[in-house]
């Protein structure tokens, strides 16, 4: 890693922002975060990930983004850049940047090359960071609020921002004593999650969570996303999103997660508000927690259902493991197989 800058003391948060090969979405990013209050107040960290291995095309990609980092003027209090000679992958590459800027720093805001911000949007995270540092519940600063003509609002709601199961990777903040809880290591998450009490915890942010997990665990997919989301369900963490969100995602047909357009990460930036309320109680709001995880799936949680049983919970833990099974070893309609999975698994008990 080859360290250009160094930084300077700060009050603020600093953005650890992560680019790879694509100059035309990063120009947008960039320009976005010129335009914000604060921003001349606040460390820049940016780290760019190495080209693939005999790859030219991509080698000439990540150079045109790295000519163009190194040309920018400075805009924010300090500039730190970071090279990396080979491709770590999004995954690596993020878990190792965030680690280094908390080693030296309390907090810290996180930012993709695909991502456009509000002029608010450090005004909102720094203001976040700092009412909910001495809050251990509270794990995660969303930037982005799901667009709000989709998550159904209860319109009783007075609140400007809401509290969430489910983290956002689409421009959010942390803490570096909840980072250092991170759990990485797939080994270790397996033999956790069949604790029945971590798998049920996990699905509240969705049902969709523990699919995303079963793929990281069986190695067909590389998320930091869904790890950090298990270790704060864990640790019976939750979040915090704003109703008008400060956040918009690029679609990049280059990009790793945003291909094509997806009209629940578009959100009108001019609605942004430069001050927030925030709820009265680090609660949840079951409504608003419901009508989230039916985004993203069409059923429900159970630990989200007002009368939900425990043979329900049950249930939805037997169903999680034979996904789990049926994607490990293809088992598909070989009953046999299954239940000779589950006999050797509760024998280790």
């Keep these: 890693m080859n360290e ?35 921003i001349e107040e606040t460390d820049l960290f940016v780290f760019s990930d190495g080209p693939k291995p005999d790859n030219d095309e991509d080698k000439l990609k990540v150079d045109k983004v790295r000519y163009y980092l ?37 907090n810290f805001i996180v930012l993709e090359d695909d991502l456009i911000t509000s002029k608010y949007f450090l005004k909102y995270m720094n203001h976040s ?10 794990w995660n600063i969303n930037a982005m609020g799901i667009n709000k003509f989709k998550i159904n609002i209860p319109k009783s709601y ?24 991170g759990e990485w290591d797939n080994e ?14 996990l699905n509240r942010g969705g049902r969709d969570l523990f699919e995303m997990l079963i793929q990281q665990l069986n190695g067909r997919i590389d998320s930091w996303a869904i790890k950090w989301c298990y270790t704060i369900s864990k640790n019976n963490g939750i979040c915090i999103s704003p109703v008008n969100s400060y956040i918009s995602a690029q679609p990049d047909i280059d990009g790793t997660h945003i291909k094509g357009y997806v009209e629940i990460l578009d ?15 680090v609660e949840i709001n079951y409504e608003i927690a419901k009508n989230l995880s039916l985004i993203y799936s069409p059923k429900e949680p159970s630990l989200l259902e007002q009368n939900s049983q425990a043979i329900k919970q049950v249930i939805e833990y037997l169903v999680f493991i034979k996904k789990y099974c049926i994607d490990k070893y293809s088992l598909k309609s070989k009953k046999h197989k299954l239940f000779g999975y589950i006999k050797t698994f509760m024998s280790r008990k």
């Design 4 to 38: 250009l800058k160094q930084s300077e003391k700060r009050s603020r948060a600093p953005i650890i922002l992560f680019t790879y090969n694509r100059l035309e979405v990063l120009r947008k990013t960039i320009e976005s975060l010129r335009n914000n209050v604060l």
């Design 70 to 106: 190194k040309s920018l003027r400075q805009f924010t209090k300090s500039f730190n850049y970071y090279e990396q000679e080979s491709n770590l992958g999004l995954a690596r590459s993020l878990i190792e940047g965030i680690s280094y800027v908390s080693e030296k720093n309390q």
């Design 129 to 138: 960071l700092e009412k909910f540092q001495d809050n251990p519940k509270v």
């Design 158 to 181: 007075e609140y400007s921002t809401y509290f969430t199961f489910r983290p956002s990777s689409h421009g959010w903040g942390s803490w570096s004593d909840r980072w250092q809880k």
């Design 188 to 201: 270790k998450i397996k033999k956790e999650i069949f604790n029945i009490q971590n798998l049920l915890k």
């Design 267 to 281: 959100n009108d930036l001019s609605e942004s508000l430069e001050f927030n309320s925030y709820p009265e109680s």
